[in-house]
């Protein structure tokens, strides 16, 4: 594969590119469906291929192939070239790349226990015996469980990625993943719909601990409880105590996103859209002195793990907020070579025909000093949201809308009766500002973020821990 | 060995090696995707792939695969690993057959347009939307241009064989005249000669030139016109959940709902992709099936689920001819024309919202349709029949069954509609829907 890399950076450069960055990228994942307790189609899925990114008179121009041989990369870097060439002539501001130091490694994640030693016979059995379990679970309340699909994936992801300027960086990283949708229906409460994903980076390790015939049986129970016993949420002025699922989300959503440095060049401005943050934005207060929220890829064993990006830059913990404060932007080498600063490693590509734009990995709320016992004790009437259903943010990434689904009253700091539905809809600022203790312990969830034009989903992990928002006004 | 001898090839060898039905799909696709912001290109994108999908059954144990085109003998091993794993698999809920062909296909329907895949002339395209936009008065402009060929060509062990080309063009752009004043539009089509980029340009441009100075808007129940982006969103969320396999696994709010009035009678919908020319035009499904004209919704009753032949099994039904192989899904989703235009629309309304994008629709509960999603673009007061101010930062907080039921009409333009919020293609009028529930954040 070496030569074939080697290859389309020559060529790029022996047709006039000012650079060249090939990456040589195999996707396998194993899918296995389980549909209201039968097997569907098991699905493998091998994505294979070289791209090729050059400049060209300040243009980038982009090409992928999946077909491996020496003509048809040449062709690819051909028609790169092209590409950025017949794009020039509408090219006001030059592209160009920072100057990052470069890595020149190796690195693989390794599996303690390999995807190949586990058949698709028991990761169907696993998931028949997790249905089974949240069908009895449900059916002890009289709940009926009418439809629910599990999935498990399991993939390999290798890459080679090599630039003109140095950058040699070879990865081979697996991942796996279950993701639900489970609906309970009671014919006088209706219904009530649960989704959520785990995922790691390793072995078939990941998967058994999470426990996931008890794990579902216990969310079949919790979804039970909400549809018979939830009440009318309450709305206006309160406390409120939101658990990790949540506080993970919201880092993602309105801390992640609007400090992507490609949004706040306009990037995105026709797709995702833009942010509220601008260039010089560093130093705004968002948020209470509680609030710390960073993105770090290199969490072990996470769903956003990598320890180079898609340019070969070393990846390191970001800090996005410090203490309120809008501390730090994502960037890769072409954002940063705008901003006058370093990359920080964030470029990321979801498959070998995409090319590598800026992306989160683990973004996350970090922990403060607070017992989730604390949190609540001063609480003397509030709410607590544990998990959610619907939730979305405007393009700017300011306002945005939550919907509780596992939720309760707070009474002189005890947690009383469920609540359904409770909305938080409110502003990014509003939102951080109102941040008056953050507890100390740290939950992650799975995630796949959508960005990018045609959409890049990437695994990443969100999370936090329990936090307290006072006085917030719930409804919307 | 060549790609039109592959897909019968691989489908002879997985019979021989067991099983009962086969099907591979060889797909052939060079695609250039040009991005743009602040009236530039940002970067330009030439993907050549070619895949096969190959998916097989021994009776109830079904096993599927996708990889990329390539030597004879990695397709032989792919074939063998994926019968021993067919093999492994549980068996499934039911086993229908694959349909049985040979079948007759709209000769109209296999040869696709012809697409340029010319840089230079795409990128013109670019420069030609970018300046419309500008000369309305925007300040910036961003967006994507889209252009594509693919040939397709199937092999089923249901006697099919046939192959089908495709090309198709679509630009959508998104203008500025300042960080909180914008309007976006789009042009899609599987017809060189029909793709009008200028006059997506422009109408972004006018919608982003009235948008400006917008003042925080007020919750409230509204009666709300909705732009053909906003329309075609909320209708392509009935096209698509009217999968059997999603009403299945509870992901619709269609569910048990064949038979039902769903919608206000004004309402018909139909997933059309014999529409020779448009851009979801096709000849077959995945199973080798003649697409055809399927009423979903007929003056607001609820008529049919979209089916392959495993859901259709299940369902005691036909194929509708909307196979994906594990889940159906419609290709080109067609709303029935009101009879009013769009100032008629506007005129009849006392007091209301006018709203020309949305994006970020997210439910609560697919069964029961609670959703919300975010007005982007322009956002209008109307009163008394016309606009009266621009207005940001409302949420459109709802349900789907009801929005349905409370559309009071529809116009008679429509336009075609597919973009990154907007996956199948959709031709929508503007719809006037009463008493929309807006909210806003409360802090």
Redesign the interface.
Known sequence: MEDLIELAMNYAGSLGAEYAEARFQRDIQETV?L??G????????????ISIRVLVDG?????????LTRR?VK??SS??F??????A?????K?SMDDSSLGNVKMEVKQRIGFDSV???SK??LL?EAYKRAVEEAAERNVKV????MTIDTWMTEKLVASSDGAYVYSLIPRAAFSM???A?HPQK????RFFDLGGSGGWEIVERWSLPSLIEKEAETLSEILLSAGKSPSGKTDVILGPELVGLICHESSGHPSEADRI??????????TYLKKDSIGLRVGSRLVNVVDDPTLDGSFGFYLYDDEGVKARKRMLIKEGVINEFLHNRETASVFGVKSNGSARASAF?R?PIVRMANTYLEPGDYSVEELLEDVKEGVYIRSF????????R????Y?GLEAYRISKGEIKERIR?P?L???TI?LWS?VDAVGRDLEFQAAYCGKG???QGIPVWVGGPHVRLRG????? | MKKDEAASYIVDLALRRGATDAVANIHDRQHIMIRFSNNEVTISKFYDELTVDIFLMIKRRRAATTIPFSSTRSLEKTVERLIKIARMTPPSELYAPLPEGPFSYDPKLLRGSKVSLNPDKLVGYVEEAINAALKEGAKKVAGTLNAFVERTVLATSGNVYASQERGALDISVRAFTSDISSGHFVSISGDEDEFNPSEAGRIAGEIAAAASNPKLGEPGRFTALLGPLVFADLISQVGILSSAFLVDIGQSFLVDKVGSQVACEKLSLIDDPTVAGSYGARAFDDEGVPTRRNVIIERGVLKRYLHNSMTAKKYGVETTGNAGLISPHPWNLIVEPGEKSFEDLLAEIDRGIYVTNDWYLRYQNYRTGDFSTIPRDGIFLIRDGSIESSVRELRISDNMLRILRNIRDLSRTRRWIKWWEVDVPTLTPYAVIEDLNFTKSTM
């Open positions: 469906i549909k209201n039968f097997p569907e189609a098991a699905v493998l899925e091998e994505k294979k291929g243009a980038l121009g982009f090409a992928s192939t999946d077909s048809d062709a690819a028609r790169a092209k590409m950025a060439r017949a794009s002539r509408i090219m006001h501001e592209v058949d698709i016979e169907t059995s028949k009418p439809a629910c699909s949708l489970m609906t229906f209706g219904s009530a719909q060049l306009g990037r995105e401005a026709a797709q995702a859209g833009e025909d090319e259903m619907e939730w979305n943010i405007d393009d700017r300011f306002n945005q809308r919907v539905n909305v809809e409110v502003t509003g109102s034009d045609p959409l917030v006004i719930l409804g919307g």
